[in-house]
């Protein structure tokens, strides 16, 4: 099995050098994250802030509302949805919508599906949520904002390093690869290097950094083999339900270490891609926001 | 992406949003390439309107059409897989993807 290596610092560093003009993300999410390190944080005085940004609130609410969370009565106002759904649960939908909002911004070059990628990342978050919440972690939102963001890098070099990109879809076109083996081929790194580099820039946890840096590769995340491992698989999922297109037609190669990890069996398949659909199918609320 | 009528709606357009009834049902995903079929069901559900993509019919090149069509769909998968189907878990999932197409169960 190949399983792609770590790029070391030198490759990845001669192409993300490249990345100019990275948007930022709103100064809100680092002031939610002080308030939530404080145990003695209200959730009026979270809700005090995000809505200081009648943008965010608005898109929070819509989330909160949406068949997503199923929630039979209509949640009105930010306190009522962070005493209902928790402080994380609102401050991943506050990033995630964020993220959506900083990379909608960026121009598509010629010949990546924008519409398509984003479907398969949310059918990869619906996925990879599915199955953090089959292995019993309750932390769902953190999984479904790691495969989300899982490509992410693929918009990095698709916004600001166009003409290489347009290189690698070209190959992929002409080859029938994968997207990582032509942007392995092409650029020496791929979308989840840059993605990893892209995460950590906006000091985002190293959970996160590492399911989306080592979704091709989870054997390389350490401690966070198993996040990693999630996103993989979930991946796996999304593609073999065709939620979108990541922009490429084949699958990649299944990570032993990451299927050991997760501890679950292929009788589990049918249940997971019937759970992962439906899930994709209320998650699709979040397009809205990367229109 | 422009709304069109129904009733200017025709075969080769490709869907810019997931098309939708009243009841939230999914009739037809996003990007699909609407053929006459579609547009008899289309029409027999009421759909008043369809987001058409700008640009006509086909596809960005190198990305995969969404696939509605059964037939095709199968055929998607198995090109998808037919690297990796060696491995014994990923046939599994090959074989429960497969067989969600055939019972008619699509995202």
Known sequence: MTIPSSPGPDRLRRVVDRIQGLPTLPAMLSSINRLMVNPRTSAKEIAQLISSDPAITSKVLRVVNSSFYGFPNRISTVTHAIVILGFNTIRSIVLSTSIFDALRKSQPAHGFDRAAFWRHSIGTGACSRVLARKLGYTALEEFFIAGLLHDVGKIALDSYLPEDFAKVVAKVKDSDCTMLVAEEAVLGVNHADVGGWLLQKWSLSQGLVDAVARHHSPALAGENLKPAAIVHVGDMLARALQIGSGGDRRMPVLSEEAWSALGIGADSFPALLAEGSDEAERAMVFLEFAR | ?107
């Open chain 2, 1 to 107: 992406m422009p709304l069109y009528p129904i009733d200017k709606v025709a075969p080769g357009m490709r869907t810019a949003t997931p098309v939708v009834d009243a009841g939230g049902m999914l009739l037809v995903r996003e990007g699909a390439e609407i053929t006459a079929e579609i547009l008899e069901r289309l029409r027999s559900r009421k759909i008043p309107a369809v987001d058409i993509l700008v640009g006509g019919g086909q596809p960005p090149s190198g990305t995969p059409l969404s696939v509605t069509d059964p037939d095709a769909a199968l055929a998607a998968l198995a090109h998808a897989f037919e690297s990796v189907n060696g491995n014994p878990v990923m046939k599994a999932l090959y074989e429960a993807a497969s067989e969600r197409i055939r019972a008619g169960r699509r995202p």
